[in-house]
């Protein structure tokens, strides 16, 4: 095969494949089965290594893993990672809005709801539609480099379709599911088994080996989206725009216009929480209209457009007889 054959058939290779992993990863919707994509990721690897001048960085190939760091590089981040108030009552929301009323003017204020993951904040910076930088929150002002293990998680593509230097965060977790399936090897193996699902992704995330990153399904949800050079004007648009690159979104995300929407959404999600397939510790809810959040403005750790709503810890049912077994 001459080279420029396997331009044409890398390219073609690499579309499909990027539409496929969309589909499965991303929108829980594959269009062909496992076999297809198989086979077809074996040839763009078979290619490859013929024409390796041919790789290029956000060639899905480059997710497989195999890059064993010695430690990760401190990275300082362009806007400070910000943390949360946290809130554990109705009443404590309704004081909240009323803080918040006091600048909009208003107590009907328009909020996203959106579930608070119980994994590990990280920051995906895109540049030249590649990503550049996966990068966790650390103290929020610096945090580490883990850009090799973040490129091996399957719903975050290597590539997006705009130029524009753009920051997209959001919560990378391990389904209850997988945290399942490796405590399960881990207890074969005779190794410490993880305390839960955040400490295992956790623990991922940071291993120096990706290799090991990849053989562990991590995942992620995305919610927060930055671009200097058009940004977007409510939060729930910009959850949207980060769907629309071909991030995955969490699709429990709504809008909120009353207080009665909210203490709605509060008592569905408190049942809820235990069917869904991820941890969560609470609900987050943000001023929906950006120009409203900087007139609401922060604290230094905290924006005060936002507040989480968390759950009360679970309370995990132990049997008397589990702990006094002779009553
Ligand atoms: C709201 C925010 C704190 C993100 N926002 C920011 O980090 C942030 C950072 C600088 C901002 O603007 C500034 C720029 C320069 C200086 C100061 C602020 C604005 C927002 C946050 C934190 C944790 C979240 C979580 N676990 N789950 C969900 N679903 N949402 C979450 N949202």
Redesign the pocket.
Known sequence: MTKEQAIILINDLRKKLNKWAKEYYVLDNPSVDDTEYDQAIHQLIDLETQFPELITSDSITQKVGGIVSDKFEKYTHK??????GDIFSWDEFLNFNKQVAKITGTKDNEYTA????DGL?ISLIYKNNVLQNGVTRGDGKVGESVTTNVKTIKSIPLSIPVKDEIEI???VFLSKTEFAKINEERLINGEQLFANPRNAAAGTLRQLDSKIVASRNLDA?L??Y?NETNPINTQFESINQIKQLGLKV?PE?KICKSLDEIKAYIEYYTEKRNELDYEIDGI?F?LNDKNL?EEVG?TAK??KW?I?YKFSAEVKETKLLDIFPTV
């Open positions: 806007y400070p990672m910000l943390s949360l959106e579930l608070k993951i904040s965060r959001g919560e949800y919610y927060y930055f969490n995300t987050v943000k959040q922060y905290t924006p936002a989480a």
